[in-house]
């Protein structure tokens, strides 16, 4: 399948036919947003089943069933994904959704609501990496070719979502207040309670110690990548091949490092420099 059949072009940035058309992008746009509802808000790549997983949880205070009865994808759909109209009805309040829409797209009910937002952004190192591997096993996706030539397509925002650079800068200046929250994907690995009391505090669930372990345990990469309802394994082998790579696939900090030669680190942090300019001083990790 060529490019052109694989994706679909919305304001610049490329889509995947297979789970978005023009009619979810409408269904999107005029999504309205209630004052409950929380979205995580990702860079492809960054850690948003993990986070699909554990927002439905933090906010029912740790009840199992769905997890185990629910696909994710149904517990916490995509705004911009053909599932959202058919399951939409069945959310129950607060809703839980996920996004990978640049600040910029984001529905004008979301702007004049009190909707909360979780930005989750990781070492954009590791998102290639993931990303280069993702691309293999996705049927729907184009073939990656070589990691380097994958890396340029990147650097050139000729990927999912368009450059990475511009979808942290869309979301690191709103006006959004204490109604958004930054965390890390390497800050939820280093210590899940700890990231999990955060977004408790921050979503006003106070959730008991107890109801955070639990989750933590559940929302494990061991138990998330065992869990036929989180680990994608009810899809068809023709859209996610587990035979070429897993999409739990290693859940780790910096195994870029086993990617990168020095030739594309140079190039890879000279063009996020530029990119970012002063940004790169704020980052949580270093770009070297
Ligand atoms: S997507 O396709 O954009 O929705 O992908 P996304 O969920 O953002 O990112 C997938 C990567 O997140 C890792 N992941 C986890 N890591 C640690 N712990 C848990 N629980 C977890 N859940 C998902 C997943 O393994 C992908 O990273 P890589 O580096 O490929 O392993």
């Known amino acids: ?54 927002l439905p949880l933090v906010l029912n205070g740790g009840d199992l069933t769905l ?3 629910v696909p994710n994808w149904d517990r916490a759909p995509w705004l911009e994904e053909k599932r959202l109209a058919e399951v939409v009805d069945q959310l129950k309040s607060p809703r839980a959704l996920v ?3 640049p600040y910029h797209l984001m529905p004008p009910s979301f702007h004049t609501s009190k909707a909360k937002v979780i930005y989750v952004m990781r070492n954009p190192k590791d998102i290639i990496v993931s ?23 990147f650097l050139e925002g000729r ?17 959004l207040g204490d109604r958004i929250m ?23 669930r106070h959730l008991s110690e107890e109801s955070i372990q639990k989750i933590a345990e559940h929302c ?9 309802m989180s680990n994608f394994s009810l899809v068809p082998k023709k859209y996610m091949d587990p035979d070429k790579s ?18 594309s680190l140079a190039k890879f942090t000279s063009v996020l420099r530029k990119e970012l300019g002063s940004e790169s001083v704020s980052l949580p990790w270093s770009l070297d």
């Open 1 to 54: 399948m060529s490019s052109k059949e694989m994706y679909l072009l919305h304001h610049g940035l490329k889509l995947p036919k297979e789970t978005h058309d023009l009619e979810s992008l409408k269904f999107a746009q005029e999504f309205t947003f209630k004052n409950e509802d929380v979205v995580a808000v990702t860079y492809p790549k960054s850690g948003t089943i993990w986070m699909q997983e554990i």
């Open 220 to 228: 494990s990469f061991k138990n998330m990548k065992a869990n036929n």
């Open 246 to 263: 897993s999409f739990f696939r290693k859940g780790v900090v910096g195994d870029w490092k086993n990617h990168f030669s020095s030739e």
């Open 159 to 175: 990927v999912l979502f368009g450059k990475w650079t511009d979808h942290v800068k869309s979301w690191r200046h709103t006006e």
């Open 131 to 153: 990303s280069y591997y993702f691309h293999q096993m996705a049927g729907f996706l184009e073939d990656p070719g070589t990691f380097d030539e994958f890396m340029d397509k």
């Open 182 to 204: 930054y965390i890390t994907y390497e800050e939820m690995c280093q210590d899940l309670p700890a990231a999990l009391r955060r977004i408790s505090e921050f979503l006003g």
């Open 99 to 101: 996004s990978h829409f």
């Open 67 to 69: 997890i185990h009865t």
